[in-house]
């Protein structure tokens, strides 16, 4: 098998069809799943709330809800979120309003969140003044790599004390591209210590 074969775009039915560009793209060794920028835009391709940021934001996570749905995955799933805004000042006005409505979405969930101060967006000639990308971390690995035998399972970290396998019997995986190691140092988002919260970084979620 390829890379293609374990990589595929999400395509919710309840949003307009994407022109040049995905909803989202799952990775489907490890579940991961990236989302495209949401802006405002309902399922007939009108924007909802022009001029009202926090309208927007309530269908900008409706549409992030519709990725999500699609893909199998939930918004508690999501462990990245970038939110770019055209009047930062006008956002942080109204973060009790955006508040209650991310909690209708995502509860007491908060992946890690960084709010950007955009010059521009691609749709804001179309009143759109907010889009949000995201990023679902890494699920369950799917039945076809366990199947495979121990070699396609994931590998547990070796005994204490347990002889460590030799170079060569290692080189015949250096390029298989779906044989890693789940043990060793964590250096991803998840293993990774979290950088002091600060204002902007915690916009929606101060209230």
Known sequence: MTLKDHISSVLPRTLPKPQGFSYGFEVKHGRLVFIAGQVARDGNNVVVGKG?????FRQVCANIQAVMSAAGGEMTDIVKLTIYVLDVADYKQHLRELGAVYREYFGKHFPAMTLVGARDLFDAADGC????????????????????GPEMAPHAPPALGAPRPSRGALDHRRDDPLHRPSWGPRNGP??????????WRSAITAR
């Open 52 to 56: 009202d940021v926090v309208a927007q």
């Open 190 to 199: 998840l293993g990774a210590r979290s950088a002091p919260a600060t204002p």
């Open 129 to 148: 003044a907010i889009e949000i990308e995201g990023r679902r971390g890494p699920g369950m690995i799917p039945d076809v790599f366990r199947r495979g």
